[in-house]
């Protein structure tokens, strides 16, 4: 489904910067339950450890693979393929109040919403970044968001 426009920076015309996602202490890394019916607890300090040790690791190692490869002539487009998911890059989404509404209550894990959502936290950690922009834009569509049980009026 089609919500919103989306233009992102492309490794394939730009060299990417090395700057990487790396998760902070306070993501829950542990998943229990049934698929589609589970929660995330906070890891271990052996686990919070190895997670931001191996994190940090293999995207270094995956960066100096890229530049190695631009170094030696390669196409960006072809070099960017060994570019892990966690490198940031900049984009501009698009889309008018209804569509960002559906957005947030899908994307957000709020009490009180008439349609429990459990997402998953990087996407909710954006969609709470737009959700502040939001409700200083267009106070009274927030409130009124809020009031109706995070569906659109």
């Known amino acids: 489904h089609r919500i919103a426009s989306y233009n992102e920076e492309s490794g394939r015309y730009k060299e990417l910067s090395p700057v990487f996602y790396i998760p902070g202490p306070d993501r829950n890394l542990v998943q229990t339950g049934k698929t589609g019916h589970y929660e995330f607890l906070p890891g271990s300090a052996e686990q919070i450890a190895l997670v931001e040790q191996e994190s940090r690791t293999a995207s270094i190692s995956a960066y100096e693979s890229y530049q190695r490869m631009l170094e030696a002539g390669v196409a960006r487009e072809v070099a960017r393929i060994v570019l892990p998911l966690n490198i940031y890059s900049s984009m501009y989404v698009t ?55 995070r569906v659109a009026p």
Do not use: V
């Not at 009180?112 to 936290?121: E, I, K, L």
């Open 95 to 149: 889309m008018n109040s209804r569509a960002l509404m559906n957005f947030l209550s899908l994307r957000t894990k709020r009490e009180g919403t008439h349609f429990p959502s459990f997402p998953q936290r990087e996407i909710e950690m954006c969609a709470e970044k737009m959700e502040d922009f939001w409700a200083k834009l267009m106070p009274f569509t927030y409130e009124t968001f809020n009031q109706n049980g």
